[in-house]
């Protein structure tokens, strides 16, 4: 598939009608743990993919911002894993865990080494890494993520920031078990505070599918020609994402979309598409694993409809 | 990367390297379960690769049998999705488990739905579902096997079955478990019987790499080109094995080798490579998970020497 | 209060106003597991005392019989601790659960070791004991309750019994998880059928209480003067039966009673009152752990009135 | 038993017989979790005893102070319930964990209520109602201690209480996961600090029997003839210590001794025998329950020695 740049017209079209389609599905809820979430518009519906190729298609609220959230943790991982090499895995494990996402049980029989970096508890061993590594972590996350995106105006959500902060207390037990553990280095709270950070910042469909180009691209940003990982690097963190990365709904997604995927709370998921490029849909209401409603419904009929999964021929 | 024959000399010497290099592994531990699998030779090793264009590649000892045992449980769910379709997915659910491959743990917490069809608990419920289907599920699944492996030889063996019934305390468990949920409509004794049977039938590296092309093939067998499963469910029984085909190391080998796989006790390691073919590594030293070490070498160094991993490019 | 009989008068009336409250409590439901039991009338309620002075109190039904259930679960262990001695120790712990009666979880976790006897996988590792010790187990156990009760008019409800061995798959799951983990000698349903057949029997609240009175009398049975256990085994069945014998609400008897008891989901309630003798109160309608709901405030109240808690002055 | 004084010199000798007793058992390890504790001579060893009688009794180092640690958890329980009544156990249960003691598991579970006031977690949220109840809670925690134990001298130790808040981190986890489920009023911080504050003070055998007498003398200080709490809630505080005051051990110290006790990792076991006193033993060298291996020795012989069981007749 790689080096075919697909028919735009039909692809818009296809996009299209794949959000005409979502927009009868009213299932689900908001995420509602934090006011400045609750209070997203639920109506909101995007959908775009940008290829390899330079192409961007799209439909609906493209270009209206979300809230990143969980989808942030790739690009922590991959910092981490820039810096870090190998031994990021002495720290986080790469097992799907089979719980929920913010689950503290089996932090505790596994000896508070995290089952895989997306799920909070893994996130939050990274974000150690990186405010271990970096002076200024969180400085760092966001310039490498303007990079990926193409755009210097991307800024943290301070209203969503200090929510995250305030309401931020299951996640600090998990940090603080992990401490118990001997698996987290720098200071707690600093620690939670960049995890919070890169939570927090608002982007848009289309600026986060051209941000993750280059997990489908053999670890090359197609933008720019810039390696960001290696090709092997690159294989692995969709291989996480396709065994972990839709939190306890991973396996169904694999069997239904069959691509590398992460979803956030904010209503966004991101699929990888190898060799093609990345696709991003956003509808904020989520369903009880915490995957947006109309986020699922338009990535599984994309996959269908254009023959995506990793696992077919 | 299908419809090109892979070229036959290189690979032979590829896989007698692959195979050299993995001999001089000698970790893990032999089956001990039962004494039937203890009395294994821990040395025999062999890899075999069959294509859909069906050239045959083997190393070692390919044509030694080896009892196949949770590999069986691609074949059984297989035969159930072509008999009841969808309905499968009400009785099983499809997600990686985050636990051993005998817990009993999560099936009490899940209301004896167990996690997916690939762990003990989901085998059973599958073989339950043959029993209530098949007048007599054991010669279906014999004979189905036979279809695939294009061989009449292929028999249960006695001495292995006997010994799997007599050390069948903790399935039945599970079988009683979900018995008492309400998941189990057959006779339990009978459910496990076939369970025990189809996991005591023995086979060759290159009759059960041969017997897997199909999934690598849409669906269909290469060999007699007769369509076995929908293309469309090919991919997903691929999708499973990705997320929950290794049991608790399913991530770990998503991230090194990135081919949808099944292992089993018997110390085999099958792979689909989707649209080449099938690939099934062994010997019967195991791991901790329960994975072959040696086999875990050789499909390591095969995915990688010939770039197979569906996650990249 | 050892040896001083207690004013008869004032005693009938206590009970009579006793079961007159707990009259007015409609909550909870009678145990539905099975039809033989679903069917009993919710509204027998009935209270009997018998003293180690050979008096007899009662007020309500305290002649109708019930189903023993769980409570059979005391004589089980009495008859084994007679045969094995310390052993008994060695294959059951003696902690209370922290979990439901029939959880599984925790036997995977402890290896199949149960935690307490009056839990169902620490009885039916009891019931095996019986079954390995005695030749006609069942007969035997009857016989034991026979004399301890003073009628040889006890035996078993077949239509419970069938009906028990019917449903027994949960039961039949944690016989074969124990046995998967070496904690069980004889034949798997030969052990569930013992111990269904122990729950089986139908007995009142007067045969009841007296049964019982030699756990408040120093291990002698104070109407045939004969010593059924030692005056330390005695203290240790109460003990046990004062942190595990209430299920998961043991630890608010306690508290609320202070009195070693042990309930079955027949409805009745069994208590004993160390140097005084032994209550039986018996109303079907259960609480949520099991518990009858009229049988607590029955005994709630007589503690309180009679001051009978062991943890006061 | 309540009234008699018990025999002087009989109880001098068989205080000292027990000592001599358990200085030959050398099993065990000091607590090492902070370097304070680590340091303890491990051979220090004591009993004291205290009647409601005004009566002392003691051998070994019985007025060396050691660090009171959990059994600081009876104090902050009985001045919650002088202050909230039976709102305490709205925030906290009273069951045993069947856990151990410093488990988050349960917690998680049971959506942050701590299963009983004795476990770290359930500490904590008294610690938290004490925090929001009392001005300064310290003070009168320590306050609450001098007065029950009858000197003026009794406090902080420093070191202790900096080294607990250096390694506090697995009892913030829980601080945190029960502030996540709401059930947490204070600061977080605040509510550790007095947490640890009040494990680190040093108390002798003397002083901490003769503090805890009025829980054997119907909620009276029979030293001032103050009444500390209700003669029913001194029953209940001695049934929660029944079922759960000796971590995951709390069943087999019913079964071999039958007194409502406390331990700390101090290695101290504080008993109360209704109508009678208190008994404190101390010696440094836990099993791994947490338990003084010479502690539980002692108890239990003098329980047994002088029949205390409250089990028993």
Known sequence: ME???IRPQDTDQLLQSILSEARQNNQGKVASYIPALANVDPECT????????????????????FSIQSISKIFGLVMAMRRSGNTVWQRVNMEPSGQPFNSIVQLEWEYGIPRNPFINAGAIVIADMLVSQYSTSKLAFIGFLRQLAGTDRLYVDEEVYESELTHGSRNAAMAYLMHSFGNMEADVDQVLEHY??????????????????FLANRGVDPFTDESICSRRDAHRVNAILST????DQSGEFAFSVGLPAKSGVGGAIAAIIPGLGAVVAWSPRLNHFGNSHRGMTMITRLAEEMGLSVFGV
């Open 244 to 247: 972990s990365g839709m939190y």
């Open 196 to 213: 919070f950070y890169q939570c927090s910042i608002p982007i848009t469909c289309k600026q986060l599918a051209r941000s993750l180009c």
């Open 3 to 5: 080096g075919t740049p």
């Open 46 to 65: 995007a959908i775009a993919m940008v290829t390899n190729q330079g192409q961007f298609f799209q439909a609906g609220d493209a270009d209206t911002p």
